[in-house]
């Protein structure tokens, strides 16, 4: 049995061990590699004369080929090549290449195999220099095997990406691109980790190289689907952080997602099947409070928005509950104005949002005029219908038990109404308090709507351990393994704490002696008061809110002891910033995970970081006289 790897640096072993040096010698390889790779594994000995022995007279060319296919006879066995007449076979069972191997994991879809299997360029640093027509051919050899190499390694990337692991999809996309540097498939697959990495100034960077090169060495532009993923890009949010915070290194700015690799797997596919099927689905995401929710919801909808959806979203908090059609009436303001297709809406569905929402009547003041405005839910779906028309849609509510009653009856029918639109509904809640309407539509997902229910359980020991892992790379095992047994007792597995205690230890944190008795039995994080927290919690939220600019600090502090939801006018009365100070504070908070935001406002996170702020932070004196600002 002989394997040879052709992808980089060729070798060659025969039943597991080196192969003898004669075995190598340039033409006996050469004739081997070019019999595997010929049609049916058979080439007629005129043929082979001519291309290895071509500038040798005709009997000293049947004697070298004759010798060739002697010493491989000798050294790998009688049965790895034979004849039949004038042709010499090889046999497909004794001489295994590497592309046959590459070829096979790529249809059955084994990425991580088929990316192992690129070593580099087809027959890397060998030659037959004598040999022409054997040259031509490894050349155009050389070119399908970098497209196929690539092919493979971008495949690997997206597969890592679709688990959550953004460390190794970075490494494929880099060494696909750094294969063949003029690979729009390479530049996409980079362009999106980076991208999904936070880094938009470096993904669109990666862009400007790529056009550049390719102008520079074949006076061509980029195909067209990369130049879309620069222009969706470029229409991602831009981030107006304080300088200090800007050029901290992109993967030190958030914690990688681990833990979460099937469910975010289960989220994609959901939608992919969605945007392909043109079939509405739902996606429900449930666990407590600092379970991951809305960290698991911000990697599906930023794939949602690359892939080229539009997303709109919003999160709920407790008063919401009262607020007929609040919710609903914020999905319209979060973006889906911005919407193609709109010009199809009946008159009479605008005329119902811009009842509530001003900006609508402004952009379709003459369309809407003299229109009797329709029933809101139903406005909701024909405005849905006419942009999902165009392209995917994906809705977006966090903390969806506070949905009020109106607005999730309209999203039920919505789901309903465009049945056969790419329209998705993701939707991420904590099991109480319980909303009959949700539940009823929970219980029809898989039977009469496509989509997924996925429940966020604690994190595993095993998640912990490479989370401690990527958070200190300097710790040994024995070291992870204590730290990871301490995380299990303090964060109850939750991702919000066991990061921020992370966090806190990367910066110096010393944890203490254990408390035990946490999590009480039957109460969440929410019912969690600050004084019941272990010690290492509150110290790591401590040294991560005194690690945030001044200017964060200051409206962190306002939005601790103000509303659920906090306006953002409030928010510049409260701490008397200016406008750029108060919206780089802002941007600085969302950022770092601290506050979300949709378009009624700033809540907080988690609730229970906003008591520990208020409690731990604040005077009595402080706390009063933000109030008296935020009312003046």
């Known amino acids: 049995?002989?394997?040879?790897?052709?992808?980089?640096?060729?070798?060659?072993?025969?039943?597991?061990?080196?192969?003898?040096?004669?075995?190598?010698?340039?033409?006996?390889?050469?004739?081997?590699?070019?019999?595997?790779?010929?049609?049916?594994?058979?080439?007629?000995?005129?043929?082979?004369?001519?291309?290895?022995?071509?500038?040798?007279?005709?009997?000293?060319?049947?004697?070298?080929?004759?010798?060739?296919?002697?010493?491989?006879?000798?050294?790998?066995?009688?049965?790895?090549?034979?004849?039949?007449?004038?042709?010499?076979i090889v046999s497909p069972e004794a001489l295994v290449l590497d592309t046959d191997d590459l070829e096979r994991r790529m249809a059955e879809e084994e990425w991580e195999a088929a990316a192992g299997l690129v070593g580099g360029l087809f027959l890397e640093g060998f030659g037959v220099p004598d040999?022409?027509?054997?040259?031509?051919?490894?050349?155009?050899?050389?070119?399908?095997?970098?497209?196929?190499?690539?092919?493979?390694?971008?495949?690997?990337?997206?597969?890592?990406?679709?688990?959550?692991?953004?460390?190794?999809?970075?490494?494929?996309?880099?060494?696909?691109?750094?294969?063949?540097?003029?690979?729009?498939?390479?530049?996409r697959a980079a362009m999106r980790v980076v991208a999904l990495a936070g880094d938009r100034a470096g993904a669109l960077s990666l862009y400007q190289a790529f056009?550049?090169?390719?102008?520079?060495?074949?006076?061509?532009?980029?195909?067209?689907?990369?130049?879309?993923?620069?222009?969706?890009?470029r229409r991602e949010r831009t981030w107006r952080l304080p300088k200090a915070v800007a050029q901290e290194e992109p993967s030190a700015k958030r914690a990688p997602l681990i833990g979460r690799e099937a469910e975010l797997h289960d989220a994609l596919e959901a939608l992919t099947a969605c945007y392909r099927g043109g079939k509405s689905t739902v996606v429900f995401i449930e666990g407590e409070a600092g379970a991951g929710k809305t960290r698991l919801a911000e990697e599906i909808l930023s794939r949602a928005r690359l892939g080229g959806a539009v997303v709109v979203g919003v999160r709920a908090v407790p008063p919401d509950r009262d607020t007929p059609y609040g919710s609903l009436?914020?999905?319209?303001?979060?973006?889906?104005?911005?919407?193609?297709?709109?010009?199809?809406?009946?008159?009479?569905?605008?005329?119902?949002?811009?009842?509530?929402?001003?900006?609508?009547?402004?952009?379709?003041?003459?369309?809407?005029?003299?229109?009797?405005?329709?029933?809101?839910?139903?406005?909701?779906?024909?405005?849905?219908?006419?942009?999902?028309?165009?392209?995917?849609?994906?809705?977006?509510?966090?903390?969806?038990?506070?949905?009020?009653r109106e607005s999730a009856l309209a999203l039920t029918g919505a789901v309903r109404d465009l049945d056969r639109l790419p329209f998705a509904l993701l939707l991420a809640h904590a099991p109480h308090p319980r909303s009959e309407e949700l539940d009823e539509l929970r219980s029809r997902v898989g039977r009469d709507h496509p989509g997924a229910a996925i429940a966020l359980e604690p994190l595993a020991s095993e998640a912990l351990f490479e989370l401690v892992g990527r958070?200190?790379?300097?710790?040994?095992?024995?070291?992870i393994h204590r730290l990871v047994r301490r995380?299990?007792?303090?964060?109850?597995?939750?991702?919000?704490?066991?990061?921020?205690?992370?966090?806190?230890?990367?910066?110096?944190?010393?944890?203490?002696?254990?408390?035990?008795?946490?999590p009480q039995a039957y109460r969440t994080l929410d019912q969690t008061l600050p004084a019941e927290l272990p010690n290492s919690v509150v110290a790591a939220i401590r040294i991560g809110f005194r690690r945030l600019q001044p200017a964060a600090q200051s409206v962190l502090k306002a939005a601790s002891v103000l509303d659920e939801r906090v306006q953002v006018?409030?928010?510049?009365?409260?701490?008397?910033?200016?406008?750029?100070?108060?919206?780089?504070?802002?941007?600085?908070?969302?950022?770092?995970?601290?506050?979300?935001?949709?378009?009624?406002?700033?809540s907080f996170v988690a609730r229970i970081v906003r008591d520990v702020i208020a409690r731990d932070m604040l005077t009595a004196g402080q706390t009063e006289r933000l109030r008296q600002k935020a009312q003046s």
Not at 134 to 152: C, G, I, P, Y
Not at 502 to 508: I, K, S
């Open 1 to 88: 049995m002989i394997y040879c790897r052709t992808l980089g640096a060729v070798e060659l072993s025969v039943d597991g061990s080196p192969a003898p040096r004669e075995l190598l010698w340039r033409k006996n390889l050469a004739l081997l590699i070019y019999l595997a790779r010929s049609p049916k594994r058979r080439r007629t000995r005129e043929h082979l004369r001519g291309l290895l022995w071509g500038s040798k007279p005709e009997q000293a060319a049947r004697h070298s080929l004759n010798e060739a296919v002697r010493v491989i006879r000798r050294l790998a066995g009688k049965d790895v090549l034979f004849s039949d007449g004038e042709l010499v």
């Open 131 to 187: 040999s022409s027509d054997f040259e031509d051919w490894a050349a155009a050899e050389r070119t399908a095997w970098l497209r196929r190499s690539v092919e493979a390694l971008v495949g690997y990337a997206e597969a890592r990406l679709g688990r959550g692991d953004s460390l190794a999809a970075a490494d494929a996309a880099q060494r696909a691109l750094g294969l063949d540097p003029l690979s729009d498939a390479a530049v």
């Open 211 to 233: 056009e550049t090169r390719l102008a520079g060495e074949l006076g061509i532009e980029p195909q067209r689907e990369t130049v879309r993923i620069a222009d969706r890009i």
């Open 329 to 404: 009436i914020a999905l319209c303001r979060a973006g889906l104005i911005e919407a193609p297709g709109l010009v199809g809406v009946p008159a009479s569905a605008l005329a119902a949002i811009a009842e509530a929402a001003g900006e609508w009547k402004e952009r379709f003041s003459k369309e809407i005029d003299g229109a009797t405005p329709a029933p809101l839910g139903r406005s909701f779906s024909d405005v849905l219908r006419a942009a999902a028309e165009e392209q995917p849609i994906v809705a977006f509510v966090d903390d969806a038990e506070w949905l009020d």
């Open 471 to 479: 958070t200190l790379p300097a710790y040994t095992k024995d070291q």
């Open 487 to 518: 995380l299990q007792a303090d964060s109850a597995g939750l991702p919000l704490l066991a990061v921020e205690i992370l966090n806190a230890v990367r910066l110096g944190l010393e944890l203490g002696d254990e408390q035990a008795g946490w």
């Open 569 to 602: 006018s409030t928010l510049a009365r409260a701490t008397t910033l200016g406008e750029e100070a108060l919206f780089q504070a802002l941007d600085e908070l969302e950022w770092q995970r601290w506050l979300t935001a949709d378009p009624r406002g700033y």
